[in-house]
Structure formats: C-alpha cells, structure tokens
Nanobody
Framework: QVQFVESGGGLVQPGGSLRLSCAAS????????MGWYRQAPGKQRELVAT???????TYADSVKGRFTISRDNAKNTLYLQMNSLKPDDTAVYYC???????????WGRGTQVTVSS
C-alpha cells in the first residue's frame, strides 16, 4: 500500500510563502499523476494543482500564478510552493495520486496551512 506523508504547513501572514512536501513510499511514484488538494473548514475537498509523470501541470483558477507544483522523482517527493498567500488559502492540504482521489482509504493526514495576521 503506497502512503503519502504531507509536511511543511504552518501559520503565515497574508502575503507570505510556504513550501509543502509530500513524501511517497514505494518505487512507482515517478509514474503517477499527482495532485495537491485542500479542504477548508465546512467545505468540500478541492483540487488545487496536478502534475503528470512528465511534469505537465494544471492549476485551479484560485491559485494560478501564486502556487507552483513540482516533483523530484529521485526523492519520491512532491512539492507545492505557495506564494502571496491569502486568508482564503487556509485549509488542510493533502497530496494523492490523481486516480485514487475517490478512494477514502488513500488519503493521508494532510498538513494544516493557516494564513492570518
């Protein structure tokens, strides 16, 4: 069973930056299309960004131009660089393999991001 462990969250002021990491177990990570997701209190989980095995990327309109998704296959690690953070970005952030997003058992614990002055 592949596991994902998210880290790097914290409390940051509006306009600040954070870099999230997602460490993956197993040897097939480099073949996965991956996604970063977030869930704010009282809201459904939403897709923030995706990256293919060839490092093609997509972004939600709400984060385009501010967030950058990347991966280091040699380290089995996915990243999310978040700049110009806003209070609306406050949420628990998760990573997952894109095709597993409907599998409730595939999600990790996530990492909390709080944007507040």
């Amino acid at each position: 069973q592949v596991q994902f462990v998210e880290s790097g969250g914290g409390l940051v002021q509006p306009g600040g930056s954070l870099r999230l990491s997602c460490a993956a177990s197993g040897s097939a990570f480099r073949f996965y299309m991956m996604g970063w997701y977030r869930q704010a209190p009282g809201k459904q989980r939403e897709l923030v960004a995706t990256i293919t095995s060839a490092s093609g990327t997509t972004y939600a309109d709400s984060v385009k131009g501010r967030f950058t998704i990347s991966r280091d296959n040699a380290k089995n690690t996915l990243y999310l660089q978040m700049n110009s953070l806003k209070p609306d970005d406050t949420a628990v952030y998760y990573c997952n393999r894109k095709i597993w997003e409907t599998d409730a058992n595939s999600w990790g614990r996530g990492t909390q991001v709080t944007v507040s002055s």
